[in-house]
């Protein structure tokens, strides 16, 4: 019997083995903060410094992310920097927003996340892979990360906002790039906490592409407004729909109901798009795990036409995405600053500290994972799967901050895998060569081209 492949390693910065000087950590953060964090950030429970921007602590014990996420949440609130880099795009959507305004948003848009909505999905989710499968020519070569922002985005339309969504085909997957390479970056004056009236040469960058996606929300509305307003009985009860019925005085606002289609239009989509990438480009480059689950894909859909049994009837499948969304996490950061001063146990947490929870150095700490760096889905199978501490794996976050559509995306990717690696197989090419980089979600510089072959 031939012996196990050592696992693939896929491409990561190196632990810096020293730390930076304050004007390369600058140039460091606006470039790739991926490649900032040193070898006592994969090593050590917890990091506490000061710096040039106040004092930082990254948190990377599993007990101690328990303490801020969830034991004593109510002292922490999302941190200066962070809110400085999103809410110029996202203002008081779901991802920024805070007090009321956070619990107002997140009862609103409950119903549509509950399971029997998610599962109401499925089938919508597994015709747009269907549709976006048959444009593939095999012997052709694709970004197979644009695609997959491609098809997340028509599977986000569908489903949330019923196919009417006013965006012009062919020029959302350029203009949601734009607006991460420029908005989506940290400035530099933010890291210096510097006053908001001074100009950001990246908010300056991104100003068209975000007056973009401002006009798209607001034709979208108008267009559902135009319908609720001929015939409400025949207007789709969706995420936009109800959205728009919670506004009022004791709902939402205007602008909050702009902000958070906004949110999910313009974000939503983007984080199953990246790790939907990172597992496939993986799998290729692991052919022994590849082969397992087109396996266990095709006996599942030999036996079973209902994608709603999908996720539970694919466990290996499951298993690599999780994997990929370990070793890339669609949100690498998790960013908190105390209220008021806090203790976990000899650590002093300061009032006004950044407090980094990064599931980014968390996911490939050497004291929490076997092989951190390697690609084994085989620590997301049934009967190891439990072993894994709550607070070591966080791809969707943890505590009542949680990403609200964590459901919705596992049953969207376990579709999309089963859909595409049923009929095609993905192999990477010589200009297949991606580097992680942190631009708000894990992307892949210089995209995923891969060759697309048919399955016979």
């Known amino acids: 019997m031939d012996a196990t492949p050592a696992p693939f390693v896929p491409p990561a910065p190196k632990p810096r083995t020293s730390p930076p000087s304050t004007l390369e950590m600058m140039r460091i953060v606006y470039r790739n903060p991926l490649e900032l964090w040193g070898e006592p950030s994969y090593n050590q429970p917890w990091i506490s410094v000061s710096g040039f921007g106040g004092p930082l602590v990254v948190a990377n014990d599993p007990g101690l992310i328990r303490h801020i996420l969830v034991d004593n949440v109510k002292n922490y609130r999302m941190s200066t920097v962070r809110q400085k880099v999103l809410r110029p795009i996202l203002r008081d959507g779901l991802l920024t927003a805070e007090g009321d305004t956070w619990k107002r948003s997140r009862k609103a848009m409950a119903p549509v996340f509950t399971p029997r909505h998610i599962f109401g999905f499925a089938q919508p989710m597994l015709k747009r892979t269907q549709d976006f499968a048959d444009r593939y020519v095999s012997g052709t070569t694709v970004d197979l990360a644009r695609d997959m922002t491609t098809l997340t985005y028509d599977i986000l339309a569908e ?150 049994k999908w996720l539970d009837a694919m466990p290996l499948t499951r298993a690599a995405f999780e994997e990929a969304m370990r070793l890339y996490p669609p949100a690498p950061s998790i960013n908190r600053e105390p209220v008021e001063e806090d203790r976990y146990g000899d650590l002093v947490l300061r009032k006004g500290a950044t407090v980094l929870v990064m599931p980014w150095t968390v996911h490939r700490h050497r004291k929490l994972w076997d092989k951190p760096d390697a690609f084994m889905p085989s620590r997301f199978h049934p009967g190891r799967r439990d072993a894994i501490d709550r607070y070591q794996y966080l791809p969707f976050g943890a505590g009542p901050r949680i990403c609200i559509g964590a459901s919705f995306a596992m049953q969207e990717a376990v579709i999309a895998l089963a859909v595409l690696l049923s009929r095609f197989r993905f192999d990477t090419v010589a200009e297949t060569r991606p580097w992680p980089v942190q631009k708000l979600t894990t992307q892949p510089e210089g995209g995923l081209p891969m060759k697309v072959t048919a399955r016979v």
């Not at 135009?226 to 959205?243: M, N, R, Y």
């Not at 949110?263 to 990438?277: N, S, V």
């Open 159 to 308: 489903t949330l906002f019923s196919g009417e969504i006013a965006a012009p085909p062919g020029t959302f997957e350029a203009q949601i790039d734009r607006l991460f390479e420029t908005m989506g970056r940290v400035d530099p004056l933010d890291l210096l906490r510097a006053p908001d009236w001074l100009p950001r040469i990246t908010r300056i960058r991104g100003r068209k592409t975000m007056a973009y996606f401002r006009g798209i929300v607001a034709d979208t509305i108008a267009l559902r407004e135009e319908h609720l307003a001929k015939d409400p009985g025949s207007a789709p009860q969706d995420f936009l729909t109800l959205l728009l019925r919670a506004e009022g005085p004791d709902g939402l606002t205007r602008g909050e109901v702009e902000d958070n289609i906004i949110t999910f239009i313009g974000a939503g989509h983007e984080t199953t798009a990246r790790a939907l990438g990172w597992t496939i480009y993986c799998l290729a480059e692991s052919p022994w795990e590849r082969e397992k689950i087109e396996e266990e894909i095709a006996s599942v859909l030999a036996r079973e036409s209902d994608p709603v």
